[in-house]
């Protein structure tokens, strides 16, 4: 017994020191920012806090919970909508209300500020409810996916219970369907709030002055990077905060589904009521899809008209490749390094616990400040004489997907995590009892299972290394240039005609993607069923 | 078991993952985007760019004129900035460019660049749009003047402090203080009237509750929309839209004519300290001093470094006008003076 456990040891102990070091290399440049903490610049932050500070605080509070609750209230209604009723134009609307997912909130920011800059005026426009609009309508999407998947695999058994015992249906829905859907829209709603509070492309076109937007402020302004830095820790902060309130809200519960289940019975709406659910799934899709993608449509017509559908740098096939091959990389890399952590890591333990916060901080970090951790991280290294000779990291592809995986390895990790975590201990248990071995467990049970949520997660993770911006711009090497960094090169200058082009292939290449993840989820819900 | 599968599967990917890498580098280094072809091989300069318009057919007469090949990147000046400090002796970059004075004086503060002594410059950049130690060069000036309405102001303000004017209040556009342009006109401000008075003036700016707007070009469109009458911007943004629509209703008005000038900033040059190939570096910034200067400046309807060159047709149908020259080489070491007190305001 103790030489099997010794031997067991001995075999895991090359994964556990590797899931060390990927945890360490992940998580040190956001350490480098938080270690400033240690010096604090005491006179920037008297005069923060008797300037600015108090004004970011409550931008902050107000986006974040203003777009917390709207996408809570847009994501869970729809789901709910598109999963326990039955309306013309109810499967195709079950899809598309997942498509905002793949519009970038600053390019959505710039649409419709423009659009809606004549009927209200250059000043109503710029507002803070505005900006948590866009947002509300580029995130819910999070929440849709989550509350959907959680409400498509509640069993109708506990709405009969409920209704038996003389709930009404709304009230079985009150009492029962969302209270069991809880940690699913937790886990939404934490998404949410993290782009949220990382966001600085969408909060600077409506001036609203966010502690993101106050990083770079500071840090731009001054130079002061050390007081930018921290700044961003007081950042992290609320974001640790943000995860503990989710684990709050998943509580001790645990719904793991048994058996054969019985989906939610479903409701045929007529008339009137038909009419008003179908209307409200096309309006949000318009509002967040259809109608901006038509104003960039006008807009790259007038810019091919005019000759504007290049950059100094190349054509649009030169930055959709830049972009895709940057996206795969950063993205495999991310899955990769994801399952060896969900592997690796042994989460009952202190330190397991541990590595797997420190591999997941750089999600809590807006991008220029992760930007700034790795260049400064990387060229310490380029300095320290490591690397063989004419080698270096700043400004190398692996300089910018390292960059990347720091910010978004978060994403994979999650999501693989909690697909994993969905195969019940006790179905694997009775399979290997009836003589199944390994290998037919993992392939049999594990991954139908588990796979669907993987992809997924790796899907979600291309979709935000396809927006990304900030992180990008610093660190490119020569001869990259993504498409965001055309939409920006465009967008500093308002030149909306010529951030057109490169949005819509944005869109175009996001919308693939949405539909990969749509196709995954489909078809895991029915390999599991 | 759960680990397991995991494992195989990263596996997996990764080989994946290698292959793509692999294939992303077969189209990736060698052929440099962004830059122009040499015409024989007389090296390479590398250049940080902050400005990102107009750039890229300057340098391309720059090779056709010497063969020098130009690889650049772009970005914002800070950060560019923060890259070239981090990098330090193993940055590629020869030269940086920026938009803005404060950037550059900030980046000579940080000592990664250059003094270059060089006749050429010398004798075609004037002192005062160089840095104390030469370690920098303007190459282009950016007037950021009065901007109104010709349709509903008969008798607009003619000095910075008259745009906080109660007669303006609810009328004003201005840029938000996160951009360098806003920094530097109230670092010249404080450099002109002192911090006292320069901070009197920006607190009637925020009295007038200004409109923010932060694109000059979004600026100029709220004048001529009726958003506001009165605003502050720089011209080169009115060159371009006068292109579009010659009887676009919106004019310059030049301030502070009767004492220092219009406030001035400039688009400027350095070469860094680290610079791989500082022959090329000078050789680039000697031309943009000189031979390129008016293409330079065109690109973006600029005003030249260099007086003798002559400005751009539409340019120079603004007239000639008293530029706050004298300030440019302190924007730098007012800008943070200027981001308190623009705090200490409630500028936004």
């Not at chain 1, 010794?6 to 040190?28: C, D, E, H, K, N």
């Not at chain 1, 509640?154 to 038996?164: E, G, I, K, L």
């Not at chain 2, 070009?217 to 839209?241: M, P, S």
């Amino acid at each position: 017994m103790n030489t099997a456990a010794l031997r067991q040891q001995a075999r895991t102990f090359p994964t556990t020191a590797a899931i060390f070091v990927i945890a360490l290399a992940v998580s040190i440049p956001v350490l480098v920012i938080v270690w400033s903490v240690v010096q604090p610049s005491t006179d920037v932050w008297e005069e923060l806090w008797a300037t600015r500070l108090p004004g970011m605080i409550r931008d902050t509070a107000t986006l974040l919970a203003t777009v917390l609750a709207g996408t809570l209230v847009l994501g869970t209604s729809l789901a709910w909508l598109v999963t326990a009723y039955q309306f013309p134009g109810r499967r195709l609307l079950g899809w598309l209300l997942v498509t905002p997912l793949a519009i970038p909130g600053y390019v959505l920011g710039f649409v419709w500020l423009d659009t809606l800059q004549e009927p209200l005026g250059a000043r109503q426009v710029r507002s803070i409810w505005l900006c948590a609009l866009v947002l509300t309508l580029t995130l819910y999407p999070y929440v849709y996916l989550f509350a959907r998947a959680a409400f498509r695999e509640q069993s109708q058994r506990a709405v009969d219970v409920a209704r038996s015992l003389g709930c009404t249906r709304s009230q079985a829905f009150w009492r029962v369907v969302l209270p069991m859907a809880r940690p699913s829209l937790a886990g939404g709603a934490a998404l949410v709030g993290m782009e949220v509070l990382t966001d600085v492309g969408t909060v600077r076109l409506f001036n609203v002055s966010t502690i993101a937007d106050g990083v770079l402020r500071v840090w731009f302004s001054t130079g002061n990077r050390n007081a930018a830095a921290e700044l961003s820790v007081l950042l992290i902060g609320v974001a640790v905060v943000l995860i503990a309130v989710e684990r709050l809200m998943r509580g001790r519960a645990r719904f793991t589904q048994s058996g054969t289940t019985v989906g939610l019975h479903v409701q045929r709406l007529r008339g009137p009521a038909a009419a008003t659910a179908s209307f409200t799934g096309w309006a949000v899709f318009g509002i967040a899809v259809a109608l901006p993608v038509a104003r960039l449509i006008t807009w790259a017509a007038e810019a091919s008209r005019t000759n504007q559908t290049a950059t100094v740098a190349g054509d649009l096939p030169f930055h959709l490749m830049s972009s895709l091959r940057i996206t795969a990389i950063a993205t495999a890399t991310c899955l990769v390094l994801g399952l060896l952590l969900v592997a690796g890591l042994d989460r009952r333990r202190a330190s397991g616990k541990i590595m797997a916060r420190l591999a997941t901080l750089g999600y809590a970090v807006p991008g220029p400040v992760v930007a700034i951790g790795v260049l400064v991280t990387l060229a310490a290294v380029d300095r320290s004489g490591w690397l063989p000779d004419g080698w270096l990291l700043v400004g190398s592809v692996i300089g910018l997907i390292y960059a990347l995986v720091v910010r978004f390895l978060a994403v994979a990790y999650q999501g693989i995590d909690s697909s994993v975590a969905k195969v019940s201990p006790s179905v694997v248990a009775s399979a290997r009892t009836l003589g199944a071995g390994r290998f037919r467990v993992a392939t049999r049970i594990e991954l139908p299972i588990a796979g669907a949520g993987i992809i997924a997660a790796t899907v979600l993770v291309a979709i935000d290394t396809l927006k990304e911006l900030p992180i990008t711009l610093l660190l490119r090497p020569f001869g990259t240039e993504t498409l965001p960094i055309w939409v920006w090169q465009a967008t500093s200058e308002s030149l909306w005609v010529q951030a057109a082009v490169p949005s819509l292939a944005i869109v175009a290449v996001g919308m693939l993607l949405v539909v990969a993840l749509l196709w995954t989820l489909e078809h895991g819900a029915e390999t599991v069923s | 078991m759960k680990r397991r599968h995991a494992t195989r599967l990263a596996g997996g990917v990764l080989v994946g993952a290698m292959i793509l890498a692999a294939c992303g580098s077969d189209d990736g280094p060698q052929e440099v985007e962004g830059s122009v072809e040499p015409t024989d091989d007389a090296g390479t300069v590398t250049v940080y760019t902050g400005r990102h318009y107009g750039i890229e057919t300057v340098f391309e007469d720059f090779t056709s004129g010497t063969g020098i090949e130009v690889r650049f990147t772009t970005g914002n000046d800070p950060e560019l900035r923060e890259r070239l400090i981090a990098e330090g002796a193993n940055t590629p970059a020869d030269v940086l460019m920026t938009a803005d004075a404060s950037n550059i004086g900030l980046a000579a503060a940080a000592g990664v660049l250059a003094s270059v002594d060089s006749e050429a410059l010398r004798s075609a950049i004037p002192e005062e749009l160089r840095g104390t130690d030469d370690e920098w060069f303007a190459l282009s000036q950016r007037a950021r003047v009065i901007v109104a309405s010709t349709e509903r102001v008969d008798d607009p303000p003619t000095t910075y402090a008259g745009v906080g004017d109660p007669e303006w209040k609810g009328n004003i556009c201005l840029r938000p203080s996160t951009h360098p342009y806003t920094q530097s006109l109230v670092a010249s401000l404080i450099i002109a009237e002192g911090e006292e008075r320069a901070t009197e003036i920006v607190q009637s700016w925020v009295d007038n509750d200004p409109l923010y707007i932060n694109s000059d070009t979004d600026i100029y469109k709220a004048v001529a929309d009726g958003e506001c009458d009165v605003a502050i911007a720089n011209t080169y943004y009115l060159g371009r839209l006068l292109t579009e629509d010659p009887d676009f209703p919106v004019a310059i008005v030049w301030p502070e004519q009767d004492g220092r000038g219009a406030h001035v900033n400039v688009s400027s040059a350095a070469i860094t300290t680290n610079a791989p190939n500082p022959e090329a570096a000078l050789t680039l910034l000697e031309w943009l001093a000189t031979d390129g200067q008016q293409a330079f400046a065109d690109a973006n309807f600029e005003f030249p470094a260099d007086a003798a060159v002559e400005p751009n047709e539409i340019v120079a149908s603004w007239g000639s006008f008293v530029a706050d020259v004298g300030a440019v080489k302190q924007l730098g070491d007012f800008q943070p003076a200027a981001v308190q007190l623009l705090s200490a305001t409630g500028y936004e």
